[in-house]
C-alpha cells in the first residue's frame, strides 16, 4: 500500500510553527511585511494571490496589496518595485507571474533586491543556491524537500530523477536534491529513452506540464513520486503530470493533485517571509 504524501497536513504543520515564530518576532515588536503585486486579471493569478494574502494573514505577516491595471508599462512597475526595494518596512517582494506580454519579466525579477527576493527567482539567489550558500529558495522544489523529508524518505544516495527543466522547478530541483545527496539526473523534451532513465529513479519528481503523462511504464516498482503538474482532467477535477490511479499500486510513496505539492508551495513562500528577517542580517 503506497504512502499518500499528504502535503495539506505537512503544509499546515509548516504553517503552525511559521506562526509561533511570527507571533516571537512580534513580542520584539518586529513586523513582517510582504508587497503582493499583481498586473491585469488573470483569473488563476487572482486565486494564487488570494491564496498568498490569506496564508499572510493566518500566521500573522501583513501583506500589502497592489494590484495594477494590464495596461501598467514597464517603467511603472519597476519604479513600484525600486521603491518596495527601499522601503524598510517591506521584507519581501513578490510579483506575481505571468506578466503582461509587453513587460520582460525576467528584467522585472532582477530588479527586486535579492534580500527581498521571497520567491528565490533572482539571478543572486538561484546562483547562491548553486553555490551553496544562503539565499532565498524557489518555493516549490523547497516545498517538494519538506515533503520528502517530513514523510520520512530518505535523500542521501538515492537516484533521483526530475523530469523537466524550468527555472522554477526542474533546475532549482535538482540542485536541491543534490544538496541533500541525491545522484541526480535531469530529463527534458531531448532526452532519450526517457522510460528507462526514469525508471532509475528510486526518487521521480515529474514538473513536465502534461495532464497524466507518466504511468507506470516509467516508474520503477517501489520508487517515490513527486508530482508537480496540476491540470484539469476530462471531468473538469484537478490532476497532476502523473497518472494517479496507474501508477498507485505500483509506488512506495506518491504526493496526490491535489493536496501534494501545490499546498507546500505557498507554505514555503511564507517560511521565506519569516527567513528574510535573518537573511537581512546575514546579507
Ligand atoms: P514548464 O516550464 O512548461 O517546463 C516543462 C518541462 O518539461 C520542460 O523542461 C520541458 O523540456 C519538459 N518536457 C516537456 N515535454 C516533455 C517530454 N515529452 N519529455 C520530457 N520532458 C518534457 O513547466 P513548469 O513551470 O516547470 O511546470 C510543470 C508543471 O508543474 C505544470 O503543470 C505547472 O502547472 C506545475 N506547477 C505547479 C506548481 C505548484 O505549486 N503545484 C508550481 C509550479 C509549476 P524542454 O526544456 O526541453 O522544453
Redesign the pocket.
Known sequence: MALIIDGKKISQDIKEELKEKVAAYQSEEIQITLAVIQVGEDPASSVYVGNKKKACEYIGIRSLAYELPEKTTEEELLNLVKELNERTDVNGILVQLPLPAHIDEDLVIQTISPEKDVDGFHPQSVGALSIGQKGFLSC?PAGIIQLLKRSGIEIDGKECVI????N???KPMALLLLRENGTVTV?????KN?KEVAKRADILVV????RKFINKEYIKEGAVVID????RDENNKLCG?VDFLDVVDHVSAITPVPGG??PM?IAMLMNNCVESIQLRKDF
Do not use: E, F, N, P
Open positions: 516549490t523530469i523537466g527543466r524550468s522554477i522547478v526542474g530529463c527534458h523534451s531531448r532526452t526517457l514538473a513536465i506540464g502534461k508537480v503538474g496540476m491540470h503530470d505539492v501545490g508551495t
